[in-house]
């Protein structure tokens, strides 16, 4: 070859606890090209793109920038090189002004000590820089939090642009755009080609991929799975590449029950942030429902809105064929539904306190008398023992403080702390997310059993194999809309992944 | 644990220190006043550091013992029975703490700015309600006005001063009343906040407001309530301040209370951040501010130096105990 690519990653590979998030990946990119990265939830894409910006360093392999060999010890030197990193989340300061935030941390100054800024450079300069995004100059005074989600994107672009950026990570860019924004983030990324400027576009939406990228990359269990040019780009190549992989065999081999009556039945549900159309669905007692999609498809609202947290707008709640009134977490509680949320961190335990303090939080009434509601603590402890037992959750005892445990532990606590409450429908949002494979195969073990008693379970996932695993019956959503249902007999990945990219259903 | 074997530790030396700087004065009368002094501030302690403890913060007591200590006075002097005036200011402290805790959960308003306003509030009510039946706006109150305007209420005040003070109706001081109401209020707080489910609700709030509100607590009725417990403590001292010290005045009496009430709840262990403190520990951290006027009164020093003392003693005591922690979570 007579030029060197201006990207090369070379046999990178990235261990995190329990996780091979990326192993011996390899791959180039040239000046001016488009390149599109994907692969399913957790394939390893954003780990790859965090150790290109200078947030993660690899253990393994090497990165060259035009032939020259880097290492970034953060994302400041990363972007010195030419990197920058357009966040799925935006990264810019809400309260400053357009203009503000592009020169932030770098502003135009004036020569002396006072290093006053240079108000006029910031606006011939910032106008140049959204003029090559394609907004007016006369956005620079505006407030960034009176944007629309399409004109930050652009901003941040322009951002990275005055900082010279030459090789600009775009991650799921166009996931809170309306079309018409998406259609100018295009038309900007084939100006910036045109510059010279090169684009990682990750995505897991298909349809754009087909119509943006030069070539593209698929990731799968962190491996490079294949590799497209632009002629071969097509949704069921993709899909191809990104799915087919063996399933392991830690799934109980419980025969899939016949599913009893319903126990959950959702009606013409609308919400804050869902879709225009309502959702409309049920689970029966006995099965686990499957909710698969991609990131960002709407389960985690769907969810918070029958649990209680987000507002409803309109619709129906039924449990056990009876009308229920949940405006709050303890109304879903009171009614039977109770919710191990995505995030347990934040949401689902206090990890400063102790295990038993979280085991016996949503349980105290039962735990205390009526006069001044005080605490037995016979009672407590009995529970507690009968709690870590029964989930066989590692603790030298129930006095330790959950932060020291171990994510699988962790999440062990989130469901015994609902078990004595004795839930009619449980939803699971991504329970083995950053659990450990010894205690995922505990967990699954327990998911069955639990429905095997008569629980009806909403089992939200993004991890295929757990779909596939112990799924009943599966929903697929794609852009907050219910996209299709799966039989256990009709599923597959390919099915699943058909749907939720917004291909038909077959 | 390991905070409260500091805090006793720092109260133990303080007083050891009191007594080896003046054996001679150290009699008990000063032991008496100084048990009383504790009591009054751990009133208010106690109160908001039940707050601290689920994440809130109360700027507004000194403001409001200000206006209950005035209002228990002018009722009293407009010739409504002691006994009565003390229940209507009573009520006027739940009412609110009613209103700061429906500003901060339905309001969505922060606790620190809520309370902020009602500093200064409560302080321009207490004021303007001083001049209340009299000829100038303002008006120092004084149980000897009072006497003067409704002597048929002196027999009621008396009893009331020697139940909450202990002072006799010659002003002498006996028995520390003020510190046996304030351990009374300890035990009570100790029941609830370590024994009972509500004092769980409390921690957990503090812990992470979120995961108590996904694991079905009624974060908004205990937010409430918690505020209420701190605007009853300083409307109780409100009435014993003026029943202590026999005359108030509205423009500066109860001053900076709330900053020495959360400095007594703080060094005691309450975390600013929420979710930390006892009650033993807000019981001991109360006693050092007594203990170090007092010692600056023995030694001789001028008492302008004392808020220098107080400031550092707080900041060097905060950060031995965050110097601890980091030591103690490297290992």
């Given at each position: 070859?007579?030029?060197?690519?201006?990207?090369?990653?070379?046999g990178v590979c990235k261990q995190f606890p329990g996780v091979k998030a990326l192993e011996n990946v390899s791959l180039a990119l040239s000046a001016g090209?488009?390149?599109?990265?994907?692969?399913?939830?957790?394939?390893?894409?954003?780990?790859?793109?965090?150790?290109?910006?200078?947030?993660?360093?690899?253990?393994?392999?090497?990165?060259?920038?035009?032939?020259?060999?880097?290492?970034?010890?953060?994302?400041?030197?990363?972007?010195?090189?030419?990197?920058?990193?357009?966040?799925?989340?935006?990264?810019?300061?809400?309260?400053?002004?357009?203009?503000?935030?592009?020169?932030?941390?770098?502003?135009?100054?004036?020569?002396?000590?006072?290093?006053?800024?240079?108000?006029?450079?910031?606006?011939?300069?910032?106008?140049?820089?959204?003029?090559?995004?394609?907004?007016?100059?006369?956005?620079?005074?505006?407030?960034?939090?009176?944007?629309?989600?399409?004109?930050?994107?652009?901003?941040?672009?322009?951002?990275?642009?005055?900082?010279?950026?030459?090789?600009?990570?775009?991650?799921?860019?166009?996931?809170?755009?309306?079309?018409?924004?998406?259609?100018?983030?295009?038309?900007?990324?084939?100006?910036?080609?045109?510059?010279?400027?090169?684009?990682?576009?990750?995505?897991?939406?298909?349809?754009?991929?087909?119509?943006?990228?030069?070539?593209?990359?698929?990731?799968?269990?962190?491996?490079?799975?294949?590799?497209?040019?632009?002629?071969?780009?097509?949704?069921?190549?993709?899909?191809?590449?990104?799915?087919?992989?063996?399933?392991?065999?830690?799934?109980?081999?419980?025969?899939?029950?016949?599913?009893?009556?319903?126990?959950?039945?959702?009606?013409?549900?609308?919400?804050?942030?869902?879709?225009?159309?309502?959702v409309s669905f049920t689970v029966h007692a006995g099965e686990v429902l499957g909710m698969a999609g991609l990131v960002g498809s709407g389960r985690t609202?769907?969810?918070?809105?029958?649990?209680?947290?987000?507002?409803?707008?309109?619709?129906?709640?039924?449990?056990?064929?009876?009308?229920?009134?949940?405006?709050?977490?303890?109304?879903?509680?009171?009614?039977?539904?109770?919710?191990?949320?995505?995030?347990?961190?934040?949401?689902?335990?206090?990890?400063?306190?102790?295990?038993?303090?979280?085991?016996?939080?949503?349980?105290?009434?039962?735990?205390?008398?009526t006069f001044l509601r005080l605490v037995v603590p016979q009672r407590e402890r009995s529970l507690h023992r009968l709690l870590i037992q029964r989930l066989?959750?590692?603790?030298?005892?129930?006095?330790?403080?959950?932060?020291?445990?171990?994510?699988?532990?962790?999440?062990?606590?989130?469901?015994?702390?609902?078990?004595?409450?004795?839930?009619?429908?449980?939803?699971?949002?991504?329970?083995?997310?950053?659990?450990?494979?010894?205690?995922?195969?505990?967990?699954?073990?327990?998911?069955?059993?639990?429905?095997?008693?008569?629980?009806?379970?909403?089992?939200?996932?993004?991890?295929?194999?757990?779909?596939?695993?112990?799924?009943?019956?599966?929903?697929?959503?794609?852009?907050?809309?219910?996209?299709?249902?799966?039989?256990?007999?009709?599923?597959?990945?390919?099915?699943?992944?058909?749907?939720?990219?917004?291909?038909?259903?077959? | 644990?390991?905070?409260?074997?500091?805090?006793?530790?720092?109260?133990?030396?303080?007083?050891?220190?009191?007594?080896?700087?003046?054996?001679?004065?150290?009699?008990?009368?000063?032991?008496?006043?100084?048990?009383?002094?504790?009591?009054?501030?751990?009133?208010?302690?106690?109160?908001?550091?039940?707050?601290?403890?689920?994440?809130?913060?109360?700027?507004?007591?000194?403001?409001?013992?200000?206006?209950?200590?005035?209002?228990?006075?002018?009722?009293?002097?407009?010739?409504?029975?002691?006994?009565?005036?003390?229940?209507?200011?009573?009520?006027?402290?739940?009412?609110?703490?009613?209103?700061?805790?429906?500003?901060?959960?339905?309001?969505?308003?922060?606790?620190?700015?809520?309370?902020?306003?009602?500093?200064?509030?409560?302080?321009?009510?207490?004021?303007?309600?001083?001049?209340?039946?009299?000829?100038?706006?303002?008006?120092?109150?004084?149980?000897?006005?009072?006497?003067?305007?409704?002597?048929?209420?002196?027999?009621?005040?008396?009893?009331?001063?020697?139940?909450?003070?202990?002072?006799?109706?010659?002003?002498?001081?006996?028995?520390?009343?003020?510190?046996?109401?304030?351990?009374?209020?300890?035990?009570?707080?100790?029941?609830?906040?370590?024994?009972?489910?509500?004092?769980?609700?409390?921690?957990?709030?503090?812990?992470?407001?979120?995961?108590?509100?996904?694991?079905?607590?009624?974060?908004?009725?205990?937010?409430?309530?918690?505020?209420?417990?701190?605007?009853?403590?300083?409307?109780?001292?409100?009435?014993?301040?003026?029943?202590?010290?026999?005359?108030?005045?509205?423009?500066?009496?109860?001053?900076?209370?709330?900053?020495?009430?959360?400095?007594?709840?703080?060094?005691?262990?309450?975390?600013?951040?929420?979710?930390?403190?006892?009650?033993?520990?807000?019981?001991?951290?109360?006693?050092?501010?007594?203990?170090?006027?007092?010692?600056?009164?023995?030694?001789?020093?001028?008492?302008?130096?004392?808020?220098?003392?107080?400031?550092?003693?707080?900041?060097?005591?905060?950060?031995?105990?965050?110097?601890?922690?980091?030591?103690?979570?490297?290992?």
């Amino acid at each position: 070859m007579l030029t060197l690519p201006l990207l090369a990653v070379s046999g990178v590979c990235k261990q995190f606890p329990g996780v091979k998030a990326l192993e011996n990946v390899s791959l180039a990119l040239s000046a001016g090209e488009v390149l599109a990265v994907v692969g399913e939830n957790g394939a390893g894409k954003s780990t790859l793109m965090k150790i290109l910006a200078g947030l993660y360093r690899p253990d393994a392999g090497e990165i060259y920038l035009s032939g020259q060999r880097v290492t970034f010890a953060g994302p400041a030197e990363a972007m010195q090189a030419g990197i920058s990193l357009i966040h799925q989340e935006l990264n810019l300061a809400e309260n400053l002004s357009v203009a503000d935030n592009l020169f932030l941390g770098r502003e135009p100054c004036f020569a002396g000590p006072l290093r006053l800024i240079n108000r006029r450079a910031i606006q011939t300069r910032g106008a140049a820089l959204l003029a090559q995004v394609g907004l007016n100059s006369s956005l620079l005074p505006r407030p960034v939090h009176r944007l629309s989600p399409g004109q930050k994107q652009l901003v941040e672009i322009a951002r990275a642009l005055g900082q010279d950026a030459k090789i600009l990570i775009m991650d799921e860019p166009t996931s809170s755009l309306t079309q018409t924004e998406t259609d100018r983030l295009y038309e900007v990324i084939a100006r910036l080609k045109s510059q010279q400027v090169s684009v990682l576009y990750i995505s897991h939406r298909l349809a754009e991929v087909e119509r943006c990228a030069d070539r593209a990359v698929v990731l799968r269990d962190g491996r490079l799975a294949g590799e497209l040019p632009r002629e071969a780009i097509r949704h069921d190549q993709l899909v191809r590449l990104m799915v087919g992989r063996e399933l392991q065999q830690f799934f109980p081999q419980a025969e899939h029950q016949q599913a009893g009556p319903a126990i959950l039945r959702i009606e013409n549900l609308r919400y804050a942030g869902g879709p225009a159309s309502a959702v409309s669905f049920t689970v029966h007692a006995g099965e686990v429902l499957g909710m698969a999609g991609l990131v960002g498809s709407g389960r985690t609202e769907l969810a918070e809105a029958v649990f209680g947290i987000r507002k409803r707008s309109s619709g129906n709640i039924r449990v056990a064929g009876k009308p229920v009134t949940v405006r709050n977490p303890r109304e879903a509680i009171r009614a039977g539904i109770f919710l191990v949320p995505e995030d347990r961190r934040l949401h689902g335990l206090i990890t400063a306190a102790s295990v038993g303090f979280n085991l016996s939080l949503p349980n105290l009434t039962s735990l205390s008398r009526t006069f001044l509601r005080l605490v037995v603590p016979q009672r407590e402890r009995s529970l507690h023992r009968l709690l870590i037992q029964r989930l066989s959750i590692k603790t030298p005892s129930a006095r330790q403080a959950v932060r020291l445990l171990s994510g699988g532990n962790q999440q062990k606590i989130v469901f015994a702390k609902w078990l004595a409450r004795g839930p009619r429908v449980l939803i699971l949002d991504e329970p083995t997310r950053g659990v450990d494979v010894g205690a995922k195969a505990e967990i699954y073990r327990f998911i069955k059993e639990l429905a095997s008693q008569g629980v009806a379970i909403w089992m939200i996932t993004s991890d295929m194999e757990e779909l596939l695993g112990i799924a009943d019956r599966v929903l697929v959503m794609h852009e907050g809309k219910l996209a299709g249902e799966l039989s256990r007999a009709a599923l597959s990945e390919v099915a699943v992944m058909t749907l939720a990219t917004g291909g038909a259903s077959t | 644990m390991n905070r409260i074997a500091g805090v006793l530790a720092l109260v133990v030396g303080l007083y050891g220190w009191l007594y080896l700087s003046n054996p001679a004065q150290f009699n008990l009368y000063v032991v008496v006043d100084l048990l009383n002094r504790h009591g009054f501030f751990g009133i208010l302690s106690l109160g908001v550091g039940v707050l601290i403890i689920t994440g809130g913060i109360d700027l507004s007591i000194g403001s409001v013992v200000a206006l209950s200590a005035v209002s228990f006075g002018v009722l009293m002097r407009q010739g409504v029975p002691p006994i009565v005036a003390a229940s209507i200011v009573i009520t006027g402290g739940i009412v609110i703490g009613l209103i700061h805790g429906l500003l901060v959960t339905w309001g969505g308003l922060q606790p620190f700015l809520v309370t902020l306003c009602g500093l200064f509030v409560y302080r321009g009510l207490a004021r303007t309600v001083s001049g209340i039946g009299e000829k100038t706006a303002e008006q120092t109150v004084s149980l000897y006005t009072i006497r003067n305007a409704a002597p048929e209420s002196a027999g009621a005040m008396d009893w009331l001063r020697a139940v909450f003070v202990g002072k006799g109706s010659d002003g002498g001081l006996t028995i520390p009343m003020e510190f046996l109401w304030m351990l009374g209020l300890a035990a009570a707080l100790a029941v609830i906040l370590h024994g009972s489910a509500y004092g769980r609700y409390w921690y957990a709030i503090g812990y992470n407001e979120q995961a108590a509100r996904y694991s079905g607590v009624n974060v908004t009725r205990h937010r409430i309530i918690v505020f209420v417990i701190s605007s009853l403590g300083a409307a109780a001292g409100g009435i014993i301040l003026l029943l202590d010290f026999a005359s108030v005045d509205p423009a500066s009496d109860g001053g900076e209370f709330e900053l020495l009430a959360i400095t007594g709840a703080v060094i005691g262990g309450c975390s600013l951040r929420g979710g930390e403190g006892t009650v033993l520990g807000i019981f001991l951290g109360s006693a050092i501010l007594p203990a170090i006027n007092k010692l600056n009164i023995f030694l001789g020093v001028p008492n302008t130096v004392i808020p220098i003392v107080i400031g550092l003693t707080l900041l060097i005591g905060a950060g031995l105990d965050e110097w601890l922690r980091r030591r103690s979570s490297r290992n």
